[in-house]
Antibody, heavy 121, light 110 residues
Framework: EVQLLESGGGLVQPGGSLRLSCVAS????????MSWVRQAPGKGLEWVSG????????YYADSVKGRFTISRDHFKSTVFLQMNSLRAEDTAMYYC??????????????WGQGTRVAVSS | NFMLTQPPSVSESPGKTVTISCTRS????????VQWYQQRPGSAPTTVIY?????PSGVPDRFSGSIDSSSNSASLTISGLKTEDEADYYC?????????FGGGTKLTVL
C-alpha cells in the first residue's frame, strides 16, 4: 500500500522558513518523480514544485521560484520542500504526491494527507 | 500558459449520470494528458482518472474520462451516482512550462 506521510508544517512569521518532509513507502521511491501541491483555505489546488526520480530535474511554480527548494533522499525515501522568505499567501495545506512518471511532473496518482502551513505575525 | 475552466457546481440525483467538463483555453486538449482528482470534504485529494481515461486500481468503473478535440475539452462522467460521490472534482493538465489545475467543480448528490 502506497503511503505518503508529511510533516514539518506549522505557524511561522512572514519572512521565516520551514522545511517540509514527506516519507514514502509501499512503492520503489527511486523510480518515480514526486511533487508538492498546496491548497489555500477555501481555495482550489495549486501545484508548487516537482522533482524527477533522479533528483537532477527540479521544477517550480512561478509563485515560489527562488524561494522554495525541493530535494529528495533515496536512502530515506523522503522528499523535502525547503520554504524560505515565506509570505502570507503561502498559507495553505501542503500535500505530497507521487507522480505517475519518472521525469518532469505531469500528473499524480497518490497523495498524502497534508501538512498545514500558516504564515502570520 | 493556459487555463482549464470547469463549472463551479453540478447536482444530480442518486443513481443518475453526471458529466463534468474541463475546457482548455489555448493549445490542444489532446496534446497532453488530463487527470481528474476527487476531494471529499475535509480530506486529501485522490486520483480517479489519469492519462485522459485510465482508472487507478480501486476506482470503480462508474468513473470514466474522455477527451473531445472539437470542443477542446475533457470530461469526467460518473454513472450510477452514490451519495459518497459528493465531492469537489479537479481536472489537471500541463505544458512544457506549467502545471495547471481547473478551478474545481462541487458535485452535489441529492
Amino acid at each position: 500500500e502506497v503511503q505518503l506521510l508529511e510533516s514539518g508544517g506549522g505557524l511561522v512569521q512572514p519572512g521565516g522558513s520551514l522545511r517540509l518532509s514527506c516519507v514514502a513507502s509501499g512503492f520503489t521511491f527511486s523510480n518515480y518523480a514526486m511533487s508538492w501541491v498546496r491548497q489555500a483555505p477555501g481555495k482550489g489546488l495549486e501545484w508548487v514544485s516537482g522533482i524527477s526520480r533522479s533528483g537532477t530535474g527540479t521544477y517550480y511554480a512561478d509563485s515560489v521560484k527562488g524561494r522554495f527548494t525541493i530535494s529528495r533522499d533515496h536512502f530515506k525515501s523522503t522528499v523535502f520542500l525547503q520554504m524560505n522568505s515565506l509570505r502570507a499567501e503561502d498559507t495553505a495545506m501542503y500535500y505530497c504526491a507521487k507522480e505517475i512518471g519518472s521525469g518532469s511532473p505531469w500528473g499524480r496518482d497518490y497523495w498524502g494527507q497534508g501538512t498545514r502551513v500558516a504564515v502570520s505575525s | 500558459n493556459f487555463m482549464l475552466t470547469q463549472p463551479p457546481s453540478v447536482s444530480e440525483s442518486p443513481g443518475k449520470t453526471v458529466t463534468i467538463s474541463c475546457t482548455r483555453s489555448s493549445g490542444s486538449i489532446a496534446s497532453t494528458y488530463v487527470q481528474w482528482y476527487q476531494q471529499r470534504p475535509g480530506s486529501a485529494p485522490t486520483t480517479v482518472i489519469y492519462q485522459d481515461k485510465q482508472r487507478p486500481s480501486g476506482v470503480p468503473d462508474r468513473f470514466s474520462g474522455s477527451i473531445d478535440s472539437s470542443s477542446n475539452s475533457a470530461s469526467l462522467t460518473i454513472s450510477g451516482l452514490k451519495t459518497e460521490d459528493e465531492a469537489d472534482y479537479y481536472c489537471q493538465s500541463y505544458d512544457s512550462s506549467s502545471q495547471v489545475f481547473g478551478g474545481g467543480t462541487k458535485l452535489t448528490v441529492l
